[in-house]
Structures are given as C-alpha cells and as structure tokens.
C-alpha cells in the first residue's frame, strides 16, 4: 500500500525542509533525480546518453527551475541540451545561469523550439508542476504537440503539464508523458490519470517525516493477496461466509450469470441465487443453490443486489428485503438508481454495512459528481453513510469514516458490457466472508482489472478485446497472482 498526497500537503511538508536546507537544496536533489531517470531512458531508448539530444520546455515557475537544473545535469553527462523558455523574464534565475555555464543552448522563441523538438531524443516537460491551474497555454501546448508529432518521449517532471494536479483532469491541451519523476510523495494526478503519466518514479528529498497521514491509499497485490480469504483445515461450505445474489430479470438474465459466476469464483464456501433468472444461472452454475425469491434463498452472510435487476416496483421491493436483512450489502446498478428515486431505501441503508458500486451515470443519481472525483465520492460516503465505490479508469472507493483509496486499472479492456455485474459478485463474495466494505470493494476493484488484462492477454503484450465471461474466467489466476505477491 502506498500513499498519495495532494499538492497543498505537499507544499506544506516542504516549507519546514526548505528552511532547514540550505537554498536551493531541495531543487537540485529533485533535479539530480529527474536527470538520472532521464538518463535511464536515453540509454534505454538510444543505447548511451553522449551527445544525445534533449529538449527542456522550462516555465516560470519552480518546476521549470527543476527542468533547468536537471539540463545542468545532463550537460555534465555530456548530454546535448536544449532549453525553452516559456516565459524568459521570469525563468529560475539559479537554474538558467547553472545550465547557461555547462554550455546548455537557451531558446526563446517557440518556433525554434519546435525545429529543436523534432531533432531530440527525449523532451523534458517542466512546464507547470504543482502550481499549475488549467491547460497547457498556446505556446506551451504548440511545443507538446510537436513532440507528439514527432514522436519523441516527454520525460514529465513532477507531473504532466495541463493535467490538473488534483482531480487528473486534463485540461483542452496536455502532455502526454512517455513517462513522470516526481518529488517527495506521489499526488492524485498519478493514480487518477496514471495513462498520462506512464510509469512514476519517485525521488526522495527528505519530506517524508513532514507529511501528514495519506488522505488516499493506493493497493498493491500483496495487500490484497493478504486478505484474499482462502479455507483453513476447520472451514465447511458454511462457515466461510455464503453469497447470496438477488439480481437479473427476464430481460437480463446475464447479469444474474455473470453476477453468481464470479461470486463463486471469488471465494470457497458457497454462492446462493434469487431471482428470475434461476434456470440461467442453474445451467451456468451448477454449484450455485437457486430460488426464484430472496424469502426463499436461505441463510447468507451478505447480499448482491442490482445487477440487471430492473427498477420497478419489484425491483424496489427486492432491494428493501435485502436491506431489511441487517447483513452487509453490495447495491450496483439498478439498486444505485433505486436508492437515487427511493428516499425511504436510502435511509435503511444508513449507517449499514452498505458497499455501492456506481459507474459515473449511475452515481449522478444519488450525489452530485464534480471533476474532482475524490472529493466527490468522500462526500457521498459521508451524506449517504455507505462505502462508494465509483467505477472508471481509476476506481474510487471512499468509506463513510473517510478512508479512501484509488485504484487506477492497468488498461482500459474493462470498458464491456457485463464486466460490473462481475465486479460486484467478487465484491459481495468478499463482503460475505467478512471483509468491511473499504476493503471488499478495494480488492475486488484490484483483482478485477488484473483479470481484464489476464483475459485480454494484456499481461504479455498488448492485449485484444476481452468480453465480461472472459474476465470472469480470469478470476482465478488474478486471485493465485495476489495471493503470490504475499510474501
Ligand atoms: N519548493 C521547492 O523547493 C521545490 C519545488 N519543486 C517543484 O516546484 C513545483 C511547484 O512550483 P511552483 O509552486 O513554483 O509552481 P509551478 O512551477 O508548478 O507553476 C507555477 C508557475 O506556472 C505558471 N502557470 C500556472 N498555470 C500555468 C499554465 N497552465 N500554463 C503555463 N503557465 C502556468 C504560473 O504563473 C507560475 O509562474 C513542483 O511541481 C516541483 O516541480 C521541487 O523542485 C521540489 C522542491
Ligand atoms: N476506461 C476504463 N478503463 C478501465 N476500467 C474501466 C473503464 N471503463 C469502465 N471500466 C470498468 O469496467 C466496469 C464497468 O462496469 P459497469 O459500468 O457497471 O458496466 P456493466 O453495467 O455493463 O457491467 C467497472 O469496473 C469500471 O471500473
Ligand atoms: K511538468
């Protein structure tokens, strides 16, 4: 598990470090670090680093202080260096002057820039950091375009410029990062827009005691595999928690096979079905005990509800039973837009052990959905007491206490029909064998898109589209991955 930590935090932790260092101290460890993973990549890229050719784009602020300097460094490495200035009269007067002495070339004016960008072998963007507030501007945006254009790799120095820091939302124009060095803790843009980033380095400069606990935690396979609940010697069917699923309808009933299988895919014990798609999921399943209603489904530890379920008057009245069983839930989709019409249904699932797990439409229903994503699932877990796990290329997952973690999927297969109803069966299956909802929906989001890129044979190379069932069948090596990385 690590942590992430937003800009201001950052800013904050640093100041007792910048007045106990001598000046300028800092910058040149994060630019010492930024250089060597600069260095990393040209050798990688062109096979040695002498009198290859790397572009700067250097903004006003300390972030193109740090590009400056890491170009002071390079030149040392006999690295050709080309820097840009953005805004030439307010450049980091230290870094300017320090490449300026190396013999580092210093351009002005953009359309050189672009001329010197088509020849690079790598582009260093130090743009905007920390600082920043919207989109690349005009001519910082004409320069990220000519490296995309040119296909040359932008190395991002603490974050990829026109990406808001805090929410990952790119802005009309952006960086695309081949790849990030960042300082001192990693911040949201990493995990919530981790496709721009590419691969995040992270350099220590002596922040780490000044930081506050993480306000978000990010998962690693070990911290799921660890709590992956597997039988002991004295378990039977029952004792390691039953599943119960109370979802497809006659127009759905996918959702229902899709729903059960992964459930029992997930976890030992067993799986229990109620509905209407009783016959589909017998003919699926075999093992998996079905009934037409939840009255009749037997004793369960916790309830899937929603998938394909319909929202009419049946619908409400399922979703009401299972939240009146005093078990912990799973409420997706269907349940999630009942709960958004329903405010008696919101107020029985108050304060219980009630996992949501809305896409972004889903989630509009029952709170407001800002850019800022975070923010906004923290505040829906508080309002409506329930954990909330918000679907999309990074998950959310924010319980009412307010631990919140982010899960950014390697790749974006998941992005099929029927591959939430497998979501939530792992999900709920967990929940049954006692996980809190935190974590049941942590590290189901986690072996989930690990599943994705196992079906989509994303593992090895690029991948091909992958349909729900195939995540599903991929449940199990996911679940054999995480409990590996356990050491
Ligand atoms: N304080 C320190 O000593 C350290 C700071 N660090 C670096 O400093 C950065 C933060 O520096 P700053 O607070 O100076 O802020 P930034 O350098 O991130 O950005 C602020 C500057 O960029 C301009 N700007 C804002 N939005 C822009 C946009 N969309 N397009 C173009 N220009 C824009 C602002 O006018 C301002 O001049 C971090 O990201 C990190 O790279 C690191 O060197 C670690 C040590
Ligand atoms: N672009 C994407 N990248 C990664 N994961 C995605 C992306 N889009 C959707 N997903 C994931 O795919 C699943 C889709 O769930 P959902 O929207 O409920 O679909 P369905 O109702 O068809 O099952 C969620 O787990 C979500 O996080
Ligand atoms: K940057």
């Known amino acids: 598990m690590y942590g992430v930590w937003t800009p201001e935090q950052v800013r904050a932790a640093e100041e007792p470090v910048l007045a106990r260092t001598p000046d300028g101290a800092l910058m040149r460890r994060a630019a010492r670090g930024v250089a060597q993973v600069a260095l990393g990549e040209l050798e990688r890229r062109t096979g040695g680093v002498s009198g290859r050719r790397v572009v700067v784009l250097a903004g006003a602020g300390n972030n193109g202080g740090d590009g400056l300097w890491a170009g002071y460094e390079l030149r ?12 030439p009269d307010r450049a980091h007067p230290a870094g ?9 070339r210093v351009l002005l004016r953009v359309e050189s820039g672009v001329l010197a960008i088509e020849r690079a072998d790598l582009v260093l963007d130090a743009v905007v950091g920390t600082g920043a507030r919207g989109g690349l501007r005009p001519e910082a945006a004409a320069l990220a375009d000519a490296a995309a254009t040119a296909g040359v790799p932008v190395l991002a120095v603490d974050t990829p410029s026109g990406v808001d820091p805090l929410t990952g939302v790119p802005g009309e124009d952006s960086v695309q990062a081949a790849a990030t060095v960042t300082f001192g803790a990693r911040k949201p843009v990493h995990v919530l827009a981790a496709p721009r980033c590419g691969p995040v380095t992270l350099v220590d400069i002596g922040i780490g005691p000044e930081l506050p606990p993480p306000p978000v935690r990010v998962l690693e396979a070990a911290d799921v595999g660890a709590r992956w609940p597997v039988p002991g010697p004295g378990d039977d069917k029952y004792t390691q928690g039953v599943v119960g699923v109370a979802a497809g309808s006659a127009t759905y009933p996918g959702a229902a096979v899709l729903a059960s299988g992964a459930a029992a895919l997930s976890t030992s014990g067993m799986v229990r079905y109620a509905g209407s798609a009783a016959d589909e999921v017998r003919a699926a399943w075999p093992e998996i005990v ?15 509800v929603g998938p394909g379920l319909g929202t009419d008057d049946a619908g409400a009245r399922t979703l009401g039973d299972v939240l009146d069983a005093g078990l912990p839930v799973l409420a997706d989709a269907d349940a999630v837009t009942l709960l958004g019409t329903h405010a008696e249904l919101r107020e029985r699932a108050r304060n219980a052990p009630v996992l949501i797990t809305p896409h972004a439409g889903e989630f509009a229903r029952v709170a407001e959905l800002t850019d800022d994503r975070v923010a906004s699932a923290q505040r829906a877990a508080a309002d409506l007491g329930v954990t909330v796990l918000l679907k999309g290329n990074a998950t959310i997952v924010a319980a009412p206490d307010g631990r919140t973690l982010v899960h950014p999927a390697g790749s974006a297969w998941l992005a099929t029909a029927g591959s939430g109803d497998v979501l ?11 996980l809190d909802p935190w974590w049941a929906g942590g590290c189901a989001a986690f072996v989930h898109a690990r599943a994705a890129d196992i079906g989509a044979g994303a593992a090895d190379g690029p991948g091909s589209p992958v349909p729900a069932s195939f995540v599903q069948q991929a449940l199990p090596r996911a679940i054999r991955e995480v409990r590996e990385a356990v050491r």
């Open 290 to 304: 079905a009934t037409d209603t939840v009255g009749e489904a037997g004793r369960v530890q916790a309830w899937v």
């Open 424 to 434: 939530s069966g792992v999900a709920g299956a967990l929940l049954a064998a006692g």
């Open 96 to 104: 300017l002057a320090a490449l300026r002495r190396q013999k580092g």
């Open 76 to 87: 040392r490495r006999g690295v050709a260096v080309t820097a840009v200035l953005l805004s």
